[in-house]
């Protein structure tokens, strides 16, 4: 995808870019080629290849909630994805950029300072750490390519407001969605939608995942990391 297919791509989803945020989607490209050849941060490094498959499917959230003066956390933000993205994209956000790595949290920075960003944070930790005592904190929670989404539902809902929103960005959804509905009724949620598409291009199945947290999800979540992995629900 090259930059006019993302403009054009963009403009489908009712997305137009100033030329500000086109810029600053470039610096973020740089930043990124330049310190991925230091240590991995992203397998796809080919300037089409990181529109396509990085800022343009981490802005079809889009599809599924509009993003208007919204406190958002991003699970796993890794290299940015899609958090720093929506926050070029959507500067009226405020987000925070949980990441259990170091040295993504250190890209993270590099990449705000550089674009001198405002309204976003950094979080250093994993996610069912910082969820103990940040609960109902957000009005959104993403996430986008980090775990099974049984685990993030656990991480991510306690963090939520009531009525809050809980949106997974999935190349592979159907296959996560079985014996699920007891995760709903444990954590206070009712389902809400999925929208199946495919890329712009080069057609890879995607889906985005939303569900509204509806009331108080109990203390017990989410357990610790071993016991996650170990027991559902």
């Given at each position: 995808m090259n930059k006019e297919e993302f403009i054009n791509e963009l403009k489908k989803i009712n997305i137009e870019i100033t030329t500000k945020q086109l810029s600053d989607l470039n610096k973020f490209y740089q930043l990124l080629y330049q310190e991925n050849q230091k240590y991995n941060l992203t397998s796809i490094t080919e300037e089409k290849e990181v529109y396509l498959k990085h800022f343009y499917d981490s802005l079809t959230i889009v599809k599924s909630i509009n993003l208007n003066n919204q406190y958002?956390?991003?699970?796993?933000s890794g290299a940015g994805f899609p958090g720093l993205v929506l926050k070029i994209m959507f500067p009226n956000i405020k987000i925070d950029l949980l990441d259990a790595t170091e040295k993504k949290c250190?890209?993270?920075?590099?990449?705000?300072?550089?674009l001198n960003l405002k309204e976003i944070n950094i979080i250093n930790t994993r996610a069912e750490e910082y969820a103990i005592h940040n609960r109902n904190k957000y009005d959104i929670v993403t996430s986008r390519a980090v775990a099974p989404l049984k685990h993030l539902l656990e991480y991510g809902i306690p963090m939520l407001k009531i009525n809050g929103t809980f949106i997974a960005l999935k190349s592979n959804l159907e296959s996560e969605l079985t014996n699920i509905s007891n995760y709903y009724q444990k954590l206070g949620l009712k389902d809400e939608s999925i929208i199946n598409f495919s890329l712009p291009l080069e057609n890879s199945k995607r889906s985005l995942y939303k569900i509204t947290k509806i009331k108080e999800t109990p203390s017990i979540y989410p357990r610790k990391y071993s016991q996650i992995l170990k027991k559902n629900i």
């Amino acid at each position: 995808m090259n930059k006019e297919e993302f403009i054009n791509e963009l403009k489908k989803i009712n997305i137009e870019i100033t030329t500000k945020q086109l810029s600053d989607l470039n610096k973020f490209y740089q930043l990124l080629y330049q310190e991925n050849q230091k240590y991995n941060l992203t397998s796809i490094t080919e300037e089409k290849e990181v529109y396509l498959k990085h800022f343009y499917d981490s802005l079809t959230i889009v599809k599924s909630i509009n993003l208007n003066n919204q406190y958002i956390l991003d699970i796993g933000s890794g290299a940015g994805f899609p958090g720093l993205v929506l926050k070029i994209m959507f500067p009226n956000i405020k987000i925070d950029l949980l990441d259990a790595t170091e040295k993504k949290c250190k890209f993270l920075k590099l990449v705000i300072d550089n674009l001198n960003l405002k309204e976003i944070n950094i979080i250093n930790t994993r996610a069912e750490e910082y969820a103990i005592h940040n609960r109902n904190k957000y009005d959104i929670v993403t996430s986008r390519a980090v775990a099974p989404l049984k685990h993030l539902l656990e991480y991510g809902i306690p963090m939520l407001k009531i009525n809050g929103t809980f949106i997974a960005l999935k190349s592979n959804l159907e296959s996560e969605l079985t014996n699920i509905s007891n995760y709903y009724q444990k954590l206070g949620l009712k389902d809400e939608s999925i929208i199946n598409f495919s890329l712009p291009l080069e057609n890879s199945k995607r889906s985005l995942y939303k569900i509204t947290k509806i009331k108080e999800t109990p203390s017990i979540y989410p357990r610790k990391y071993s016991q996650i992995l170990k027991k559902n629900i």
